[in-house]
């Protein structure tokens, strides 16, 4: 299947890569190990997240809180999220698209690899969400049968898990969603994958990311019906 490199409008309101570690460094240091080598490039006041609220013997073992950032640092770009066990990195405002944004990855975990918090690596994520006006039920290839008869509603919700070789996509779709654009409310649909490769000890490189991505769009793109595709200019 041939790919489109970026289709007009873009649909994409939020891009994150992840990455899950355990850690050589205790959960209050992180912060301060980290900060020293990022300041300059996220020069904006640190934000403490919500999360820091709740008592650190709960978030250190509630399952639910284990993997949550606790800080946020950000330039005009991008968004750095650092947590005791994950880092992140969130494109924001309008996408910069993939070369631009996967260089941010990449100089982001590369630096946080040399400066040695890693005792291994457990999760790489890549998660694009992306928002549409208007009904996608009706522009994709997937359908849920009722007694051989195609299910549609006003309110449809569909969450499953695939597999393609050594990744896994959460997918998750709603014909029914609420963003803030621009402090304008939009109604619409959303089509949310989250790419993830789950396993002790790996290895991270430029190349997996590439990977990850690579699943995650061709995902995206599969599901598109072709005359719903050339509605969005699709550039190759």
Avoid: H
Avoid at 52 to 79: C, S, V, W
Wanted: proline content about 5%.
């Amino acid at each position: 299947m041939k790919l489109p490199k970026k289709i007009n409008p873009c649909p994409i309101i939020e891009a994150i890569a992840e990455i899950r570690f355990e850690s050589l460094v205790p959960a209050d240091a992180i912060l301060g190990v980290l900060y020293k080598d990022f300041k300059d490039d996220f020069p904006q006041p640190i934000v403490k997240l919500p999360i820091l609220q709740i008592p650190e013997a709960i978030r250190l073992n509630d399952p639910n809180l284990l993997n949550k950032p606790y800080y946020q640092l950000k330039n005009g770009t991008f968004i750095f999220q650092i947590g005791p066990r994950a880092l992140s990195v969130i494109s924001q405002k309008e996408y910069v698209g993939w070369e631009n944004y996967a260089k941010k990855i990449n100089e982001c975990f590369k630096k946080a690899q040399n400066l040695g918090i890693f005792s291994q690596i457990k999760r790489l994520g890549i998660r694009y969400v992306n928002f549409f006006d208007n009904d996608i039920f009706e522009k994709i290839n997937l359908e849920v049968l009722k007694e051989k008869e195609t299910l549609k509603s006003e309110e449809f919700f569909i969450r499953t898990k695939l597999k393609a070789g050594q990744f896994v996509s959460n997918l998750q779709i709603a014909n029914k969603a609420e963003i803030m654009r621009n402090n304008i409310l939009s109604k619409g649909s959303i089509i949310d994958i989250d790419t993830f490769l789950e396993k002790d000890n790996f290895v991270l490189t430029e190349s997996l990311i590439e990977e990850c991505r690579a699943e995650e769009k061709k995902l995206f793109f599969s599901l598109l019906k072709e005359e719903f595709l050339k509605q969005l200019n699709p550039e190759y």
